[in-house]
């Protein structure tokens, strides 16, 4: 029987990009029930509470789950394919960036240069990175980015696509760099540049996604929401600086409109992707909400850098880590 309800759900809902994300999808679609996948029961409660006050009659619901704890995406799993026959919306949003300091030189020499809205764009070179290794021995940009994700489609494949599209909506970035990644270390342990690596693999396995799965009407689509001021960016530098060079910002969206800024304007091209037929739509395309200096957004489109064999290893490596851990785990 074909289920009536649209089901959505989004990992690192609760706040940021993850929490405008829902605020749209709720007031876009009818009839859609929304799924929260966070770690901290309390600040789910608090978002939830939050998107009642607006959305009165909306069906709200909250599974703990922590990308970084592979165990845990097992748990939550097991509780979605509970809870639902099938999902239309998966969202895949959660992440961390852990920074440790900006390269001033670097900021200050790319802001000069031809190479400036590249800089502004992908953050290349202007940052130091730290990363840590979890419980499960896994790097935790890694797992927290990318595998927690992985692991949570392999598990839910079975309530997605059938006899309706699943749409799975990653949130990458511009900062998704080839010369970031090693193919002998996907789990960057000894590069300096964890994360633009751990968004080159979601670009990469959204792509093989879709070369496996289009015939089941799953596909996947990757998205970049720009440079937002979230907890994220608040690592990068405090958040009274940004307010500080909030005018600056907008007035170099002139010639880098990816300087999004609000989590509302940064959703822009996640939101939209759920309104569109993804039959239709590029597998190898990533998907980017820019914004204009009058506030216009728009979403354009990037083809993906991403060769098959690349491809094919990322998502074998992927699948092997997957079944050691559901060896251990189930």
């Given at each position: 029987?074909?289920?009536?309800?649209?089901?959505?759900?989004?990992?690192?809902?609760?706040?940021?990009?993850?929490?405008?994300?829902?605020?749209?999808?709720?007031?876009?679609?009818?009839?859609?029930?929304?799924?929260?996948?966070?770690?901290?029961?309390?600040r789910a409660e608090v978002a939830?509470?939050?998107?009642?006050?607006?959305?009165?009659?909306?069906?709200?619901?909250?599974?703990?789950?922590?990308?970084?704890?592979?165990?845990?995406?097992?748990?939550?799993?097991?509780?979605?394919?509970?809870?639902?026959?099938?999902?239309?919306?998966?969202?895949?949003?959660?992440?961390?960036?852990?920074?440790?300091?900006?390269?001033?030189?670097?900021?200050?020499?790319?802001?000069?240069?031809?190479?400036?809205a590249h800089v502004l764009s992908t953050g290349e070179g202007c940052l130091y990175h730290t990363d840590e290794t979890t419980k499960d021995g896994l790097k935790n940009i890694f797992a927290s980015?990318?595998?927690?994700?992985?692991?949570?489609?392999?598990?839910?494949?079975?309530?997605l696509g059938g006899d309706k599209d699943t749409q799975i909506i990653w949130t990458s970035s511009r900062a998704a760099m080839k010369s970031s990644f090693d193919i002998t270390d996907i789990q960057h342990k000894n590069g300096e540049n964890p994360y633009s690596s751990s968004k080159y693999v979601i670009d990469t396995v959204s792509v093989s996604l879709n070369n496996k799965l289009n015939k089941k009407r799953i596909y996947s689509h990757t998205t970049c929401p720009g440079l937002v001021m979230s907890n994220l960016t608040n690592g990068v530098l405090p958040?009274?600086?940004?307010?500080?060079?909030y005018p600056l910002l907008i007035m170099l969206r002139l010639f880098c409109p990816s300087l999004t800024c609000s989590s509302y304007i940064g959703s822009e091209a996640m939101v939209w992707l759920s309104t569109q037929n993804p039959q239709l739509l590029k597998p190898e395309d990533k998907y980017n909400s820019d914004v204009d200096i009058f506030g216009k957004t728009h979403v354009s489109i990037v083809k993906l850098d991403i060769d098959t064999k690349t491809e094919e290893t990322v998502c074998s490596k992927l699948d092997e880590l997957y079944k050691e851990f559901k060896t251990k785990y189930c």
């Open positions: 029987m074909k289920r009536l309800q649209k089901v959505a759900v989004i990992t690192g809902g609760n706040s940021g990009i993850g929490l405008s994300v829902c605020e749209r999808l709720l007031t876009l679609h009818n009839n859609l029930e929304l799924c929260l996948l966070c770690r901290n029961k309390h939830k509470n939050a998107l009642l006050v607006s959305h009165t009659q909306s069906s709200i619901t909250i599974v703990i789950m922590d990308t970084s704890d592979v165990k845990s995406v097992f748990k939550a799993a097991q509780d979605l394919k509970q809870r639902y026959e099938g999902i239309d919306y998966l969202y895949l949003n959660a992440g961390i960036m852990p920074v440790t300091g900006v390269n001033w030189t670097n900021v200050v020499k790319g802001v000069l240069s031809s190479n400036c980015n990318l595998f927690g994700h992985y692991t949570l489609i392999k598990e839910l494949e079975d309530r958040y009274w600086i940004w307010c500080i060079i």
